[in-house]
C-alpha cells in the first residue's frame, strides 16, 4: 500500500497507546527494538511523522 493513497477522513476517536509484542525471553530483539525507538525519537523522527500525519 502507498502512503499516497491514505487520507484521515476525520477526527480521531482513541487516543490510546500501542505495544510491540515480544517472546518472553528474547531479550536480544527486545533491546534492538529499544534501542531503535530511542534512535528514532532522539533524531527527531517519531515527532516528524507525528506531525506529518497530525498526532497528538
Known amino acids: 500500500m502507498s502512503v499516497d493513497k491514505l487520507q484521515v477522513v476525520g477526527a480521531s476517536f482513541t487516543t490510546?497507546?500501542?505495544?510491540?509484542?515480544?517472546?518472553?525471553?528474547?531479550?536480544?530483539?527486545?533491546?534492538?527494538?529499544?534501542?531503535?525507538?530511542?534512535?528514532?525519537?532522539a533524531d527527531g523522527v517519531i515527532d516528524q511523522l507525528k506531525a506529518k500525519y497530525k498526532i497528538k
Do not use: F, M, P, S
Not at 515480544?22 to 530511542?38: K, P, R, S
Open 16 to 41: 490510546e497507546n500501542y505495544g510491540i509484542a515480544v517472546q518472553q525471553g528474547d531479550t536480544e530483539l527486545l533491546n534492538a527494538i529499544n534501542a531503535a525507538l530511542v534512535k528514532l525519537k
